[in-house]
């Protein structure tokens, strides 16, 4: 089974913000369309091109997702946002890009010679046209093996990397979370982003595409332009309200923005969906005055797509932890070891090793954050650990807060430190870098703190840490 064929052929969509409904013959139209003009602009080559859909609304981008599966290309899997091509180590990836999809305002802006551009401007007019079924011959055979996505490691430890995902990998995540969430027909998920945080939208959208007909999406903020989190995420969940739906995956850390949110009824129907928890506080908040059906929470890396799953219900809140996990995933092999977790894919050799500080007790898996270490002049210190006394605590208890996020040129040897909501004095700067001299080594002080716009920083779900590095670079340039 290809991963074109999870997507439903029946599929719905409903746009809440434009108040547009797409049909399944609109999708197979433009499907189509695209297919005819990929395959004429690539003259019939096509299995093996790599698709870079520039944009996020959902529609476009299930039919172009579609259209290059079945055309053995694969997608290139990033959030659409001008600030990430500005990242060195990412304009490399773009240039592994044959194909970019998208606007032509926006699109055209960074489309080289190289590129194969397909305008998805007209969209209205195409549908109301006649288009030709797709019926060509394709170059090669597409096999389970054959990459269906690449994605980009986090950057966490080292700059990223590109990472191939087959049809096969694919595949295989997509069923497990249909099965594990129990997905079927009755299924009324919300849409909010589509190629969102690397391969997570195969946890998502795709399990949901397979097991359901009607889908809703909307795009309340885009490009530099972000709403303020608390009034975005209420507009998300009225939203939820009012058409009744059932699933969300929520942006990345809005889970804990929920208590600050005016009481709404879920009415014990709705999955959200998250990649970091809450604190049990604010979880049986949650249950108190939204009453979702669930909270899943997802634990993985983007080499091998989620890992472990926790599945928190009002009959179990009270053994809710925000790193308490009981659901490895069937595909992987992994090894918890002390400081470090070794995964793979049970149908390969290749293991990758993990940060992560991992035990597992008598069935359940807990995660107590990554043990990163820093190098600088041959000297080493952890930047966060389990039970130690270290360099983001000595940061958090100067400050009274976690507001911040520390930030290390591997490459340099240097330390930065953004700051949220506040500025440091010079005064202030000296002593907190006295301190970690004091603590640890004079070698790791804080070569330069800034505060940097929220919406400077943020595209896709969250923060991003190489974007971060490379403005601070450019800072010290």
Same mark, same amino acid.
């Given at each position: 089974?290809?991963?074109?064929?999870?997507?439903?052929?029946?599929?719905?969509? /409903?746009?809440?913000?434009?108040?547009?409904?797409? &049909?399944?013959?609109?999708?197979?139209?433009?499907?189509?369309?695209?297919?005819?003009?990929?395959?004429?602009?690539?003259?019939?080559?096509?299995?093996?091109?790599?698709?870079?859909?520039?944009?996020?609304?959902?529609?476009?981008?299930?039919?172009?997702?579609?259209?290059?599966?079945?055309?053995?290309?694969?997608?290139?899997?990033?959030?659409?946002?001008?600030?990430?091509?500005?990242?060195?180590?990412?304009?490399?990836?773009?240039?592994?890009?044959?194909? /970019?999809?998208?606007?032509?305002?926006?699109?055209?802006?960074?489309?080289?010679?190289?590129?194969?551009? +397909?305008?998805?401007?007209?969209?209205?007019?195409?549908?109301?046209?006649?288009?030709?079924?797709?019926? =060509?011959?394709?170059?090669?055979?597409?096999?389970?093996?054959?990459?269906?996505?690449?994605?980009?490691?986090?950057?966490?430890?080292?700059?990223?990397?590109?990472?191939?995902?087959?049809?096969?990998?694919?595949?295989?995540?997509?069923?497990? +979370?249909?099965?594990?969430?129990?997905?079927?027909?009755?299924?009324?998920?919300?849409?909010?982003?589509?190629? =969102?945080?690397?391969?997570?939208?195969? &946890? @998502?959208?795709?399990?949901?595409?397979? &097991?359901?007909?009607?889908? =809703?999406?909307?795009?309340?903020?885009?490009?530099?332009?972000?709403?303020?989190?608390?009034?975005?995420?209420?507009?998300?969940?009225?939203? /939820?309200?009012?058409?009744?739906?059932?699933?969300?995956?929520?942006?990345?850390?809005?889970?804990?923005?929920?208590?600050?949110?005016?009481?709404?009824?879920?009415?014990?129907?709705?999955?959200?969906?998250? /990649?970091?928890?809450?604190?049990?506080?604010?979880?049986?908040?949650?249950?108190?005055?939204?009453?979702?059906?669930?909270?899943?929470?997802?634990?993985?890396?983007?080499?091998?797509?989620?890992?472990?799953?926790?599945?928190?219900?009002?009959?179990?809140?009270?053994?809710?932890?925000?790193?308490?996990?009981?659901?490895?995933?069937?595909?992987? %092999?992994?090894?918890?070891?002390?400081?470090?977790?070794?995964?793979?894919?049970?149908?390969?050799?290749?293991? @990758?090793?993990?940060?992560?500080?991992?035990?597992?007790?008598?069935?359940?898996?807990?995660?107590?954050?990554?043990?990163?270490?820093?190098?600088?002049?041959?000297?080493?210190?952890?930047?966060?650990?389990?039970?130690? +006394?270290?360099?983001?605590?000595?940061?958090?208890?100067?400050?009274?807060?976690?507001?911040?996020?520390?930030?290390?040129?591997?490459?340099?040897?240097?330390?930065?430190?953004?700051?949220?909501?506040?500025?440091?004095?010079?005064?202030?700067?000296?002593?907190?870098?006295?301190?970690?001299?004091?603590?640890?080594?004079?070698?790791?002080?804080?070569? %330069?703190?800034?505060?940097?716009?929220?919406?400077?920083?943020?595209?896709?779900?969250?923060?991003?840490?190489?974007?971060?590095?490379?403005?601070?670079?450019?800072?010290?340039?």
């Amino acid at each position: 089974m290809f991963a074109h064929e999870l997507v439903r052929k029946d599929l719905e969509i /409903i746009d809440v913000v434009k108040n547009r409904n797409y &049909s399944s013959d609109d999708i197979e139209k433009y499907t189509n369309d695209l297919k005819n003009k990929i395959y004429q602009q690539c003259q019939g080559k096509t299995v093996g091109k790599i698709v870079y859909i520039d944009s996020n609304n959902f529609f476009e981008t299930v039919c172009a997702m579609k259209a290059s599966w079945e055309l053995g290309a694969s997608i290139f899997l990033n959030d659409s946002d001008p600030k990430v091509k500005m990242l060195p180590y990412f304009k490399n990836f773009y240039n592994i890009i044959d194909i /970019i999809i998208g606007p032509e305002d926006h699109s055209m802006q960074w489309c080289q010679s190289h590129h194969v551009f +397909i305008s998805t401007d007209g969209i209205k007019d195409i549908l109301a046209s006649s288009v030709k079924m797709f019926n =060509h011959p394709l170059d090669q055979t597409i096999t389970a093996d054959t990459i269906c996505y690449y994605t980009a490691s986090s950057g966490t430890t080292a700059d990223p990397k590109i990472l191939p995902f087959t049809h096969y990998q694919t595949v295989t995540i997509s069923n497990e +979370i249909k099965q594990c969430l129990d997905l079927n027909e009755s299924a009324r998920p919300y849409h909010y982003k589509t190629l =969102h945080h690397s391969s997570l939208f195969n &946890s @998502y959208a795709l399990p949901l595409l397979n &097991s359901c007909r009607t889908h =809703h999406c909307g795009l309340f903020h885009s490009g530099n332009k972000f709403d303020n989190e608390i009034t975005l995420l209420k507009d998300i969940s009225q939203c /939820i309200v009012d058409h009744n739906l059932t699933h969300l995956l929520v942006p990345y850390h809005y889970i804990q923005k929920f208590p600050k949110l005016p009481s709404m009824d879920f009415d014990n129907r709705v999955t959200l969906i998250t /990649i970091i928890g809450n604190s049990p506080e604010d979880m049986r908040d949650l249950f108190e005055r939204f009453r979702p059906k669930q909270v899943v929470n997802y634990f993985g890396t983007s080499e091998v797509g989620t890992m472990f799953i926790s599945q928190t219900t009002k009959n179990n809140l009270s053994e809710y932890r925000p790193n308490r996990f009981t659901n490895p995933t069937s595909f992987i %092999d992994y090894e918890i070891l002390e400081n470090k977790v070794k995964v793979k894919w049970k149908h390969v050799t290749d293991w @990758y090793e993990t940060a992560d500080v991992m035990k597992e007790e008598n069935g359940v898996i807990w995660f107590y954050g990554r043990d990163l270490y820093f190098t600088c002049q041959q000297k080493q210190i952890p930047l966060t650990g389990l039970n130690k +006394i270290t360099m983001h605590g000595l940061i958090a208890k100067f400050l009274g807060t976690y507001d911040f996020i520390v930030v290390p040129d591997y490459q340099l040897e240097k330390l930065y430190l953004n700051l949220y909501g506040r500025e440091l004095t010079p005064d202030e700067t000296v002593v907190l870098n006295n301190q970690i001299a004091d603590q640890f080594s004079k070698e790791f002080c804080i070569a %330069d703190i800034f505060t940097f716009n929220p919406a400077d920083l943020k595209f896709g779900m969250k923060v991003h840490g190489p974007l971060l590095l490379y403005l601070f670079r450019e800072r010290n340039k």
